[in-house]
């Protein structure tokens, strides 16, 4: 049996253009999955696009150009839709547990916008991202721009250094997702990936996430390398949480049998029932 996927996107976020709620859940069915979040974005903080990176032309809606610079601005969940599909699905698939969820991204910058769509969302999971480690001075740059324009050593460990303030000033989320997201986007044609110059600063953020008693995502959009699940779990980390971070229905769940593995390995086991994070061993 695979572990739930606790990281999934639909046509309700903006960024999954291919993205289908009812096609990912025949998806699940279809592969034995026991259940599935779906987990939208809710990014509110706007970023300049450089002119290198390429954007899909229905992104260009949320684009304004000012003073000659590209910024896109999120657009909000449309939450009614959202449940409304939800509880379709829900009716459609009965042996699927379809959870609603939602990815905050650097929540601890937007509490008041945080604090009314969860009140209004009622989510059953709750995922912290960080997408954006700009200092806050509204100057936001997604870090796959910036990791790509500057040194990639520099804006890791800031984006890092981020996680922890998050961690430290935001409480309302159950699992920190992705903290390996930069490494999507590392310009190795510049410099090779090397995780050890990054251990402490990892290690860091997950003994944070320990104090805190969060969850771990093991997010196999590219694959957490099982280094880091093992500090998670000498950090004092309690849990980990499956997480595909898919935007189409094909990749729902992809890469769990391995990661299952590498958790296991790493001394984590399945939870009291298929729908539980995994937990220590």
Not at 63 to 88: M, N, W
Not at 140 to 157: F, H, L
């Amino acid at each position: 049996m695979l572990p739930p996927d606790n990281h999934v996107h639909s046509e309700y976020s903006w960024d999954a253009l291919a993205g289908s709620m009812e096609r990912t859940c025949e998806r699940a069915v279809a592969i034995g999955l026991p259940s599935v979040a779906f987990t939208e974005h809710a990014d509110f903080s706007i970023s300049e696009l450089m002119p290198e990176n390429w954007y899909p032309e229905q992104w260009q809606r949320y684009v304004e150009v000012v003073d000659g610079h590209s910024i896109l601005t999120p657009p909000a969940i449309d939450l009614t839709s959202y449940l409304e599909t939800l509880e379709r699905c829900r009716d459609r698939f009965p042996t699927l547990r379809i959870l609603s969820g939602v990815e905050l991204s650097e929540a601890h910058w937007f509490p008041a916008q945080t604090a009314d769509l969860l009140h209004r969302g009622g989510f059953q999971r709750i995922l912290a991202s960080l997408h954006t480690s700009s200092a806050r001075d509204e100057d936001y740059a997604d870090i796959t721009a910036s990791i790509k324009r500057g040194d990639p050593i520099a804006e890791y460990r800031g984006y890092l250094a981020e996680a922890v303030r998050l961690i430290e000033e935001y409480d309302g989320f159950e699992v920190l997702t992705h903290i390996d997201y930069p490494v999507r986007n590392w310009p190795h044609e510049r410099i090779p990936f090397d995780l050890s110059v990054f251990e402490g600063d990892i290690r860091l953020v997950l003994r944070t996430l320990a104090s805190a008693d969060k969850i771990m995502e093991f997010n196999t959009r590219i694959p957490l390398d099982p280094r880091v699940v093992g500090w998670w779990r000498q950090e004092g980390g309690k849990g980990v949480s499956f997480a595909s971070d898919a935007h189409v229905p094909e990749a729902v769940a992809r890469g769990f049998k391995e990661a299952a593995e590498v958790a296991r390995a790493a001394g984590f086991k399945p939870g009291a029932d298929l729908f539980d994070f995994w937990v220590r061993d």
